[in-house]
């Protein structure tokens, strides 16, 4: 996959064109990069994903605590799998949103992206104030020489649905609903920071994640059963997110223990694949009654893993 950090940069190849925030990339955004890929083997078109980062939100709603399912990183990673060509990531900026329709469309999709072909939904609003709207953009389609296709209410629906629908999941801590939208099991990004040490000190060390994405949606706190490749190697594990109340904790922290290995993972990037939840966070009344739970966590993580695998 090609990627464009700006649309300028793009090889201006005559496009097919589908824009949105494709947050989560989930099964409803796969079907709609699958219809834009055919529609490209069909037409002799470039498949383009035109996206943008930071959310429109972020930026003019600045009071607004939005949570996202994936960080631009991780929107990448995800676009990359699908047989996509080329992806545009323009910067969004408050000079941006106050372009006119007309100049979005001539400058930014006619001008230096070449469209030919645009896969939009039905509800698609643009320019300064989302003024415009679909029919505004077949208008410009005549006048400009590109076609629209519109994605069916139906479609729309179901990309809407299914991101409420994670999000919700995820806040409640259902991992099955999220995958089952999704596609694929829930995953965060973070590195591994220094921590307290007390897994250390208990014979359950832990590396201590840390996601600087404010914005990255965080699963309910609590116990959960996790992947990572380190190494080339596929390692499993438990994490625990939340606040540590036993040794009286207030700040919500990720940690993950590793079984089977023994690695200093200080520094390094990891992605953290949740493969299941295990059991709400508790309070202990003491750390030697916390160890004995994480005995028995472990147990029941060992046993998941043994029917995944």
Sequence with gaps: MKLYDNQKSYSKNPSVITIGTFDG????????IERLVKVGQNKALEPVVLTFFPHPRMVLQKN???KLLNTIDERKQLLSKLNLETLVIKTFNKGFADLSARDYV???????LNAKHIIIGYDHHFGKNRSANIDDLKSFGKE???EVEEISAQDIKD???SSTKIRNALSNGDLQTAKSYLGNPYFITGT?????GLGKQI????ANIHIKEDYKLIPKNGVYVVSSIIDDITVFGMMNIGINPTVNGTKQS??????NLDKDLYGDTLEVTILNRLRDEHKFESVALLKEQLKLDQDNALKFINNFE
């Design 192 to 196: 591994v920071i220094k921590g307290k």
């Design 203 to 206: 014979q359950f060390p832990t």
């Design 254 to 259: 990720i940690e993950v223990h590793f079984f």
């Design 25 to 32: 990339v989930h099964i409803g955004h796969q079907k709609i």
């Design 106 to 112: 001539k400058t930014i999709l006619v001008e230096e």
């Design 144 to 146: 400009f020489g590109f």
């Design 64 to 66: 607004l605590n939005i």
């Design 159 to 161: 990309v809407a649905v």
